[in-house]
C-alpha cells in the first residue's frame, strides 16, 4: 500500500520559515518524480515544486529563491524548506510522486498570517 504523509506545517508569521516533510512507503522511492504542490481556497492546486529521481529540480516562479526541494532516498522522504513567507503562501500542501502512476499525500496545513 502507498503512503504518502506529510508533515511540518502549522501557522507561521509573514518572513517566516517552515520545513515541510513527506514520509513515503510502498514505493520504490528513489525512482519517483516527487513534487510539492499547495491549493488555497477557492483556487486551483497548483505546482510548487518537483524534484526528479536524477535530483533535477524545477520551482513556480512565484516561490523561485524562497522554497528549496530536497529528497534523501535513504529516508524516503522529500523535503519543502520554506522561507519568507507570505500571506499568499497559505494553503493546503500535497506531496505528490509520480512514476507510471501518481500517488498523492493527504495534505498539511500552512497558514500565513501575522
Known amino acids: 500500500q502507498v503512503q504518502l504523509v506529510e508533515s511540518g506545517g502549522g501557522l507561521v508569521q509573514p518572513g517566516g520559515s517552515l520545513r515541510l516533510s513527506c514520509a513515503a512507503s510502498?514505493?520504490?522511492?528513489?525512482?519517483?518524480?516527487m513534487g510539492w504542490y499547495r491549493q488555497a481556497p477557492g483556487q486551483q492546486r497548483e505546482l510548487v515544486a518537483t524534484?526528479?529521481?536524477?535530483?533535477?529540480?524545477n520551482y513556480a516562479d512565484s516561490v523561485k529563491d524562497r522554497f528549496t526541494i530536497s529528497r534523501d532516498n535513504a529516508k524516503n522522504t522529500v523535503y519543502l524548506q520554506m522561507n519568507s513567507l507570505k500571506p499568499e503562501d497559505t494553503a493546503v500542501y500535497y506531496c505528490?510522486?509520480?512514476?507510471?502512476?501518481?500517488?498523492w499525500g493527504r495534505g498539511t496545513q500552512v497558514t500565513v498570517s501575522s
Open positions: 524534484i526528479l529521481s536524477s535530483g533535477s529540480t
Open positions: 510502498g514505493i520504490f522511492f528513489s525512482r519517483y518524480a
Open positions: 505528490n510522486a509520480v512514476n507510471q502512476r501518481a500517488y
